[in-house]
């Protein structure tokens, strides 16, 4: 929440002081749910690597990750989403690692238990 501050100077010379509160757009910790988290090296990765997840993929994501469990996966699994590969440890709910898919040549992906393709 952002907290603006408007100062009117009235006839008498006073300040009268007016606080507004006004939500901020959408940010992205807000989009996080709380059964979705990403690592901060997955984070660092989306920074480096200028990757945007917008609330849509991190709905994806998500369903990703309940199918995953449906079929008894625990461990980490791959996530391909376009151009995008995520590591994403299922047990924990967690977004291990994101990887530009076009970058991934001679990468080695160990211990997945399986690969979902959203």
Same mark, same amino acid.
């Given at each position: 929440?952002?907290? @603006?501050?408007? *100062? !009117?100077? !009235? #006839? @008498?010379g006073?300040?009268n002081? $007016?606080?507004e509160r006004?939500e901020?757009a959408? *940010?992205?910790? +807000?989009l996080?749910?709380? #059964?979705l988290?990403?690592?901060?090296h997955?984070? =660092?990765?989306?920074?480096?690597?200028n990757i945007?997840? +917008?609330?849509?993929? %991190?709905?994806?994501?998500? =369903?990703?990750? $309940?199918?995953? =469990?449906?079929? *008894?996966l625990?461990n +980490?699994v791959?996530? %391909?989403?376009?151009?995008?590969?995520?590591?994403?440890n299922?047990?924990n709910?967690?977004?291990v690692?994101?990887?530009?898919?076009?970058s %991934? $040549? +001679?990468?080695i992906?160990?211990?997945?238990d *399986?690969?979902?393709?959203?």
């Amino acid at each position: 929440m952002t907290i @603006n501050r408007i *100062g !009117n100077i !009235n #006839s @008498n010379g006073l300040n009268n002081t $007016k606080i507004e509160r006004k939500e901020n757009a959408q *940010g992205f910790t +807000d989009l996080l749910s709380q #059964s979705l988290k990403i690592s901060k090296h997955a984070n =660092e990765r989306l920074q480096t690597q200028n990757i945007n997840i +917008d609330s849509s993929t %991190l709905t994806k994501l998500e =369903e990703a990750i $309940k199918k995953a =469990e449906q079929k *008894g996966l625990k461990n +980490d699994v791959l996530v %391909l989403n376009g151009d995008i590969a995520y590591i994403v440890n299922i047990k924990n709910r967690v977004v291990v690692t994101v990887k530009d898919v076009n970058s %991934l $040549k +001679d990468n080695i992906f160990t211990n997945i238990d *399986g690969v979902l393709m959203i």
